[in-house]
């Protein structure tokens, strides 16, 4: 399909985006086919749903591309900074690699296991949940990567 088609895809989804999510909601692109989003004051339950959403939404986009039509699909890695708290100490400090790192990671298991899916930390695919918990858990992190396996017509 070429640049031309790619630049289409990531036109049509960041406009997507850009209507789905809150205006605090950092959103950015950090390499190819790979995008971070950044949250504030979700829990993890709230991730996980708002992830499985945005995966919802990027899989009913069909670009216009040529005399057809290109259908994408995303994997979300989701990851919260409490889990990380354990392992950085009572410190108020925010390691934000790691928290990429392990958003990644799950990202992966997410390509692995299939794609077109959100893991969390559970290590597995997981469908939204409702959330259990209110109160702000600081910097969440989601990576997702957006794919076009194939383009009709």
């Known amino acids: 399909m070429g640049h031309p088609a790619g630049d ?5 989804l960041v406009t997507r985006i850009s209507e789905v999510t809150r205006i605090d909601v950092v959103f950015a692109r950090i390499g190819g086919e790979e995008f971070v989003l950044l949250a504030r ?5 709230g991730a996980m749903a708002f992830a499985e959403r945005l995966r919802g939404e ?3 986009l069909h670009i216009p591309w040529k005399a057809g039509a290109i259908a994408i699909s995303s994997s979300f890695g989701v990851a919260g900074l409490r889990e990380l708290h354990a392992e950085v100490g009572a410190q108020r400090v925010v390691d934000v690699q790691a928290l990429l790192g392990r958003a990644d990671e799950r990202l992966y298991q997410a390509k692995k296991g299939g794609r077109n899916r959100v893991v969390g930390r559970s290590g597995r695919a997981e469908r939204a949940r409702r959330r259990r918990e209110a109160g702000a858990l ?3 992190a989601c990576r ?10």
């Open 41 to 45: 004051g979700v829990d993890e339950a």
């Open 8 to 12: 289409a895809v990531l036109k049509a």
């Open 138 to 140: 600081g910097p969440l």
């Open 144 to 153: 997702t990567s957006a794919f076009a396996p194939n383009a009709a017509g």
């Open 58 to 60: 990027i899989e009913q």
